[in-house]
């Protein structure tokens, strides 16, 4: 419909800069009055869809010229922008979507995203930014997706997140905080999922998730952690919404029940990787409604203090996704926890389980007898069972003495 000479479309439109600009600007809108659809021009570096704007790995210092005011979206992903200046975006009224990730953004200047006021989702991770003003995003109301994954930010101001009440989902994850401000979330009451991993918090502010009371995710792994503590009062505030907490590879030695008070719904508890030696009981008591547990790579002790934690295993019926093994005693190190209690006795109360029935099905590699070979336990089976085997299933009159096998994990017994 418009076929203007490319050196002219390819800076359209430079409204008030030059007179033919303006003039084409004039003849463009009314060609927009007979066909709508013919309204938007596209700036060079852009691929243009339905008013939504990519202009991605293109070298850009700055946002393009000639994006349309009424734009839905605008990808600037992979650019060189260094710095976003006040009323940077002002105009865009009508944008949902704003990706700024894979930049060198370094600074954002307070108002920068004024006007935004139909933002939904704002992605600004993999940049440079070190700290963001108190009002960066005091303007995007309806916004509900914000990431600033992967920047290098070691402090968050105590009200950036303020008025964000539509936000559902923070990433923080892969910045050096240290700490979290003091009701930093407040305003966040919608939000279902907080990442705060690879960061190198040592501690978290007390009352630091008052607000939070949609949040469902919280993702904490891979920081410096010794305790956990969420509330200033846990008696007198229960997060009933809360279904995951992922604290891997943290340093937290002991667990306390009183923050599992607070966390009645608590589906998805990950603690691999961190240095606990043994559980009080009265935490595994607040442990009702856990589906999955990670207990992997601690500094469990499997002495008479493990037993209460092997009680709860052994009746658990959910899933753990990594072996749980001993780290001391010298002579325990490496075996399961339930192997070490079964094997060495270590819990005189301990219910031995019913015996396991031998079947082809145990066995992952059986013969019959007559030709006296071997039989391989499949790894299902755990040791402590091929203890207290019951042979009267197994087809063939193989037996499989159990006291060569007790200490190899897939045990392979010669008749
Ligand atoms: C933000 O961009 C990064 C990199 O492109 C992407 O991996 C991430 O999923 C995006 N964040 C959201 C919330 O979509
Ligand atoms: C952010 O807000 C807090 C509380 O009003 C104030 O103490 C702090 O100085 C503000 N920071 C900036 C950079 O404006
Ligand atoms: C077994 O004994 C240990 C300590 O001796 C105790 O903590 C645990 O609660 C007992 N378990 C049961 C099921 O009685
Ligand atoms: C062994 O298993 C068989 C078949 O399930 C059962 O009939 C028998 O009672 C079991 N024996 C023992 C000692 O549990």
């Not at 040592?202 to 008052?210: M, Y």
């Not at 998805?268 to 442990?287: A, Q, R």
């Amino acid at each position: 419909l418009l076929n203007l000479p490319p050196q002219i479309s390819s800076k359209w439109p430079l409204v008030g800069r030059a007179p033919t600009a303006l003039c084409l600007c004039v003849i463009s809108m009314l060609l927009c009055l007979q066909s709508p659809a013919s309204c938007t021009t596209c700036p060079q570096k852009c691929r243009c869809e339905d008013q939504q704007f990519y202009c991605d790995t293109q070298g850009l210092e700055a946002p393009p010229d000639g994006v349309d005011r009424g734009a839905l979206g605008l990808s600037l992903r992979h650019n060189s922008i260094a710095e976003l200046s006040p009323d940077q975006f002002y105009g865009f009224s009508q944008l949902t979507w704003l990706h700024l990730d894979h930049n060198q953004i370094t600074t954002v200047q307070e108002d920068a995203f004024q006007g935004l006021y139909k933002l939904k989702d704002l992605n600004l991770s993999s940049n440079r930014i070190t700290t963001l003003p108190n009002t960066t995003f005091i303007h995007l109301i309806n916004l509900q997706i914000l990431d600033l994954s992967f920047n290098l930010m070691t402090a968050l101001e105590p009200e950036l997140f303020h008025g964000l009440r539509k936000l559902q989902i923070l990433h923080l994850r892969s910045n050096s905080l240290r700490t979290t401000p003091v009701r930093a979330f407040w305003d966040c009451r919608s939000l279902e999922y907080l990442g705060l991993s690879n960061n190198r918090l040592r501690s978290l502010a007390r009352n630091g998730f008052a607000g939070l009371v949609k949040l469902r995710e919280l993702h904490l792994e891979h920081n410096q952690l010794t305790k956990i503590n969420l509330a200033h009062f846990p008696r007198l505030w229960t997060w009933t919404t809360l279904e995951k907490l992922d604290l891997t590879g943290n340093e937290i030695r002991v667990l306390t029940p009183d923050v599992f008070e607070t966390l009645p719904n608590l589906k998805i508890l990950l603690l691999d990787n961190n240095k606990l030696g043994s559980l009080d009981p009265l935490v595994m008591d607040m442990w009702r409604f856990l589906g999955t547990v990670g207990l992997s790579s601690n500094l469990w002790e499997c002495t008479k203090r493990i037993c209460s934690l092997a009680t709860w295993l052994s009746t658990f019926k959910g899933r753990w996704e990594h072996s749980i093994l001993c780290h001391t005693p010298e002579y325990a190190q490496g075996e399961e926890i339930l192997d070490a209690v079964y094997g060495f006795q270590l819990c005189p109360n301990f219910t031995v389980p019913p015996p396991v029935v031998l079947t082809t099905n145990t066995l992952s590699m059986a013969t019959d007898a007559s030709t006296g070979t071997t039989a391989e336990v499949t790894s299902s089976l755990s040791r402590w069972a091929v203890t207290n085997i019951n042979y009267t299933g197994f087809k063939s009159n193989l037996k499989l003495p159990p006291s060569p096998c007790l200490h190899t994990k897939k045990i392979k017994c010669t008749r």
